[in-house]
């Protein structure tokens, strides 16, 4: 079993639009979570951490549901800039990052 | 503050010749990662150091070899390259405490003809 799963999309949506993904894993240890988006040909950026009370940030709130071992992204008022991979990120041990495969986002005008 | 950086960023090799790709990173940062990212698999691991002079395997290790320079360089070596090693290789570094990110190198585009 992978350490963690993401639906790959890819989810094409209006501006304006929220929309949500999901990523489960699969170590109930785990400890550290992280949404990263990657740009088309680009490394790996941080979006956001995921923390276990949730967190927002601007338009983006992540959160964390550990009894079902998922992690969300929920982005409100799509912008076309948001067009990118979505990478579901976990931490077990502190010395390794699993990814998910990502999921792939365009916004359309 | 550079963060982490690759070199080369581009690569054409032939089948079995070898090559060295080097990272570095100015955060001070313990452990340091190579991952390679191919369509559908997503990252995935290939070798991991928690200090210098310490290396250890990751998800696929196979055909590479590793050396921790020291505290800033992570080099990643391919003795003898092939095909299926075709792939954009991506370096990362971060600190060992718990809930903190890892930070990536722009990546390398290797391709194995």
């Known amino acids: 079993r992978k350490e963690v799963e993401q639906d790959p999309g890819p989810f094409n949506v209006p501006e304006g639009a929220t929309v949500a993904f999901n990523c489960t894993y699969s170590n109930s240890a785990s400890q550290s979570f992280f949404w990263y988006r990657q740009d088309c040909r680009k490394e790996p950026k941080l979006l956001m951490s995921?923390?276990?009370s949730g967190n927002e940030d601007g338009r983006f709130t992540a959160q964390l549901n550990r009894a079902s071992q998922y992690i969300s992204l929920l982005i409100r008022d799509s912008k076309l800039s948001d067009s990118a991979t979505y990478l579901c990120v976990v931490n077990p041990t502190g010395n390794q990052f699993y990814f998910g495969t990502g999921t792939s986002l365009t916004v359309i005008p | 503050n550079a963060g982490v950086t690759q070199t080369p960023k581009f690569r054409v090799l032939k089948t079995g010749q070898s090559m060295t790709l080097l990272c570095a990173q100015d955060m001070n940062h313990e452990y340091m990662y190579w991952y390679r990212q191919d369509p559908g698999m997503g990252l995935r691991l290939i070798y991991y150091s928690a200090s210098e002079g310490t290396t250890d395997k990751g998800e696929v290790p196979n055909g590479y070899n590793v050396s921790r320079l020291n505290k800033r360089e992570f080099s990643l070596r391919l003795e003898s390259a092939a095909p299926s090693q075709t792939s954009v290789y991506f370096c990362?570094?971060?600190?060992?405490?718990?809930?903190?990110?890892?930070?990536f190198g722009q990546g390398t585009r290797l391709t194995v003809v």
């Open positions: 995921v923390y276990s």
């Open positions: 990362a570094s971060s600190s060992p405490h718990m809930g903190t990110e890892a930070f």
